[in-house]
């Protein structure tokens, strides 16, 4: 009954394409090149999640 579970590992950010993302927890990454916040929901949906200067999320785009 083992199911293979695959684990996303993000290593481009969906938003500029560069490699500079680190992991902020199990499902979700932040890039230091865009400033974007990248979550992976549990059905492998992919948002990017912008953030303006004072830190409050402005914008939630579906990349995947
Ligand atoms: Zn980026």
């Known amino acids: 009954m ?3 579970r695959k684990e ?3 290593t481009n950010c969906p938003n500029c394409g560069g490699i500079n993302i ?5 499902y979700s990454y932040f890039c230091r090149e865009c400033f974007v916040e990248v979550a992976i929901t549990r059905k492998n949906h992919i948002y ?5 200067e004072d830190g409050m999320i402005t ?3 579906k990349v995947g």
């Open 2 to 4: 083992n199911k293979f």
């Open 59 to 61: 914008r939630r785009i």
């Open 22 to 26: 680190g992991r902020l927890n199990k």
């Open 8 to 10: 996303h590992m993000m």
């Open 48 to 52: 990017v999640y912008i953030h303006s």
